[in-house]
């Protein structure tokens, strides 16, 4: 039989507690300040790592990974961070991002018309370059104009590059634009030697378009066979592997798997101050399901004063009752390609249309 207690003797000390598993610490939602963290640039993400330049270090990158606190925080290329630990750069290193800093832009795109899932190409560029081929591959003016609302929606300005105009006149596809006030670069008759052997690219090019991004956080975009990676690797000296375009579908080959930010150096090999140029991984489809079909139609700046005359409700299709686009290109507000931008704009439209339906939305026009 079991010896009884009387419980009015007993007392706090009769009382037996366990040790935490956890240990003792109180827990706290006090995190440290960092006041010692320096801001970098993020210049690749790769698998969980991060890639971060230091001001005047371009040449000793620091390798860092989120802190605890940010598991949750998207970080991408072009974002600007503060970092701890270990920022020597040495090899086997690894520091630590505690901040990241608010984001001027933001480049998105989602993978369809149907998708509302934002991906972001890059954050913090200014300027967008749009790479496209007179020829070889096709030009597609979809993908331009999504890129170009892409654009409007962040905020950042478009250039619009045409290369391989020794193939074919970009007379056409410029004058698709020319009631824009659009900035267009397009390659000259002389051809530019690179490194890799590919001859798409001609020297003042090149020239031209390191003195115009002087100053300045340039993204590239295009599909792959463009020779995107072939200007970057002549603008920078970088060797970005370079590929051509497939003879049976008419497309490049992915060759850029990540996005990737680089310094753009100046004439005497040092890097250019607050100059950086992003080369993106070729993409073929530009989805916008993020973007409210209102402001899609205000990217389309030579077709956008037509929407006084809508009717409420209008949804700019061409079944639509009393749409006033198709007044104001009749008349010749939106120039000679006004009946063509009309027609894509339509096109962009009843995809999303064909999405919030449930029906397939194809994100490449």
Same mark, same amino acid.
């Given at each position: ?7 009015? !003797? ?16 109180? +827990? ?17 993400v790769d698998r969980g790592r991060y890639t971060v *330049? ?20 998207? &970080? ?20 630590? &991002? ?8 933001? @480049?998105?795109?989602? !993978? ?43 905020? &950042?300005?478009?250039?619009? @590059?045409?290369?391989k105009t020794d193939l074919r006149d970009p007379a ?33 090019? *090149?020239?031209?378009?390191?003195? +115009?991004? !002087? ?11 463009? =020779? ?54 070729? &993409? ?11 402001r899609v139609v205000e990217a389309f700046e030579d ?30 507000? !939106? ?14 439209? =009843? ?15």
């Amino acid at each position: 039989m079991g010896r009884r207690v009387d419980p009015s !003797a007993w007392d706090e000390s009769d009382v037996r507690v366990r040790p935490s598993k956890r240990g003792t610490r109180p +827990r706290t939602k006090e995190r440290p300040k960092h006041a010692d963290a320096q801001t970098g640039l993020v210049t690749t993400v790769d698998r969980g790592r991060y890639t971060v *330049v230091l001001p005047g270090r371009t040449d000793a990158p620091v390798t860092a990974m989120r802190a605890r606190e940010l598991r949750r925080t998207p &970080i991408a290329t072009g974002d600007r961070v503060d970092v701890v630990g270990d920022l020597s750069g040495d090899e086997g290193t690894l520091g630590r &991002i505690v901040r990241v800093r608010e984001r001027d832009t933001v @480049l998105r795109r989602s !993978a369809d018309d149907s998708d509302e899932v934002e991906r972001v190409v890059v954050a913090n560029a200014d300027t967008l370059v749009v790479m496209v081929a007179a020829a070889n591959p096709e030009p597609r003016t979809g993908f331009i104009d999504r890129a170009l609302v892409a654009c409007y929606d962040a905020g &950042i300005h478009p250039v619009l @590059l045409i290369t391989k105009t020794d193939l074919r006149d970009p007379a056409d596809l410029v004058a698709h634009y020319e009631a824009l006030d659009l900035e267009v670069m397009t390659s000259g008759a002389a051809r530019f030697e690179a490194a890799s052997g590919d001859t798409d690219l001609d020297g003042g090019l *090149v020239d031209r378009v390191a003195d +115009r991004l !002087a100053g300045h956080t340039a993204a590239f975009v295009g599909p792959s066979g463009v =020779g995107k990676s072939t200007l970057l690797n002549a603008l920078t000296g970088a060797e970005r592997a370079t590929g051509h375009v497939n003879a049976v579908t008419g497309r490049g080959r992915h060759t850029s798997s990540s996005a990737l930010a680089m310094p753009l150096p100046g004439p005497d090999g040092d890097p250019l101050p607050d100059t950086w140029v992003m080369d993106t991984p070729g &993409i073929r489809s530009f989805g916008l399901g993020w973007v409210e079909p209102d402001r899609v139609v205000e990217a389309f700046e030579d077709l956008a004063g037509a929407l006084a005359d809508c009717p409420r409700g209008c949804t700019h299709l061409a079944d639509s009752p009393g749409c006033g686009l198709d007044a104001w290109v009749t008349q010749g507000h !939106a120039g000679d390609a006004g009946p063509a931008r009309l027609a894509s704009l339509r096109r962009l439209l =009843g995809n999303r249309t064909a999405a919030e339906a449930g029906g397939s939305a194809s994100s490449e026009d």
